[in-house]
């Protein structure tokens, strides 16, 4: 069993910041990546960020040069700093571990929080 945490959602006015956190615990034996994704009213849920155990990242265009995804390996923990926030950001936001379970896995999991309300005031 793998839990995640997420924490740091809010009501924020536009050109505001938010940090996000999401804690991993459990039975994890490796990740390979941990990722934000995002999921606004009426809209598909959508990749926001991904950070890899080599610490490379990636964004959604949307993003770029607002937001800031980072991760703490010793404690499994992944964050995405969001600043000059806009209306459109406005969503719930999940976090999202791949990883495996058990050094025996053959192929790798993919869990996920609960998710986050961020919403974004005009």
């Known amino acids: 069993q793998v839990q995640l945490v997420e924490s740091g959602g809010g009501l924020v006015q536009a050109g505001g910041s938010l940090r996000l956190s999401c804690a991993a615990s459990?039975?994890?034996?490796?990740?390979?990546?941990m990722s934000w994704y995002r999921q606004g009213p009426g809209k598909q849920r959508e990749l926001v960020a991904t950070v890899n155990s080599g610490h490379s990242t990636n964004y959604a265009d949307s993003v770029k040069g607002r937001f800031t995804i980072s991760r703490d390996n010793a404690k499994n923990t992944v964050f995405l700093e969001m600043n000059s926030l806009e209306p459109e950001d406005t969503a719930v936001y999940y976090c999202n571990v791949r990883g495996y379970s058990d050094y025996r896995d053959f192929s790798f999991s993919d869990w996920w929080g609960q998710g986050t309300q961020v919403t974004v005031s005009s």
């Open positions: 459990g039975s994890i034996f490796s990740i390979v990546a």
